[in-house]
């Protein structure tokens, strides 16, 4: 059993995010993510449109993610992966190299990031609707 790990925001859902869970999940068998929560939030500079219930709602519904966990802070991550005993990190290309010291305690990927769509993008064009 391959277990794999994914974190952020999850904002205003959208295929780069679906594209990003999918990969993970087929580079293993089971895929937790963890989810940033409304104060992690701020602590990343983030306004999320949506707030932690409700983006744990929707991810609740996609068939690639087994496990939802809080993401409270940055140093938690370790502690993650030993508790739920992670085989693989994976986060889009746009992280590459800011986790490399989980190298220590499992796999480390960085897959590419899906072009021409952002939650903030999505927030440009609510606006101006
Ligand atoms: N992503 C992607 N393609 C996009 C948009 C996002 O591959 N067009 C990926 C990001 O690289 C990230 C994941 O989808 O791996 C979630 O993106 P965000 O919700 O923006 O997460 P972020 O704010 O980057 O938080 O501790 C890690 C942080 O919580 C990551």
Request: hydrophobic letters at 35%; aromatic letters at 12%.
């Amino acid at each position: 059993m391959i277990r794999v790990i994914t974190y952020g925001t999850f904002d205003l859902f959208h295929y780069g995010h679906i594209n990003l869970l999918r990969r993970a999940k087929e580079l293993g068998d089971h895929l937790t993510v963890g989810l940033s929560t409304d104060h992690f939030n701020k602590v990343k500079g983030k306004l999320s449109h949506f707030n932690y219930e409700e983006r744990k709602q929707l991810l609740e519904s996609i068939k690639y993610v087994d496990r939802i966990i809080p993401e409270n802070s940055w140093e938690q991550k370790i502690e993650d992966i030993k508790k739920y005993q992670i085989d693989l990190f994976v986060m889009g290309s746009d992280w590459s190299g800011k986790f490399d010291i989980l190298e220590k305690y499992c796999k480390v990927r960085y897959l590419p990031r899906t072009n021409d769509i952002s939650s903030s993008l999505l927030k440009e064009i609510f606006n101006k609707a």
